[in-house]
């Protein structure tokens, strides 16, 4: 059974940086494309950052610049480093991996919190 483990978020200042991270095992298929997805209060599930088995990556414009995604194929995990953070990135976080069967799957979710 696929098991996706997340960690790193947490309360921050504003200004400050956080990496999270999200681990998965179990998983039937080969993984094509890793992401991060967040969901502020009150509001809908957004992308934040993707990056394909190839290293291409994709960001939000409001974290470009801010943001960078990497991931470990041999580990199937994904990181976000997060810097410059904004109260506005306040949000619980969730890692997203689509296999090249297009199989979804989902963290649990992290909460960040950034204060100003």
């Known amino acids: 059974q696929a098991q996706l483990v997340e960690s790193g978020g947490g309360l921050v200042q504003a200004g400050g940086s956080l990496r999270l991270s999200c681990a998965a095992s179990g998983l039937q298929y080969s993984i094509n494309t890793m992401g991060w997805f967040r969901q502020p209060p009150g509001k809908q599930r957004e992308m934040v950052a993707g990056?394909?088995?190839?290293?291409?990556?994709s960001y939000a414009d409001s974290v470009k610049g801010r943001f960078t995604i990497s991931r470990d194929n041999a580990k199937n995990t994904v990181y976000l480093q997060m810097n410059s953070l904004k109260p506005e990135d306040t949000a619980v976080y969730y890692c997203?991996?689509?296999?090249?069967?297009?199989?979804?799957?989902w963290g649990q979710g992290t909460q960040v919190t950034v204060s100003s």
């Open positions: 990056i394909t088995r190839g290293g291409s990556t």
């Open positions: 997203n991996l689509v296999s090249f069967t297009t199989r979804n799957y």
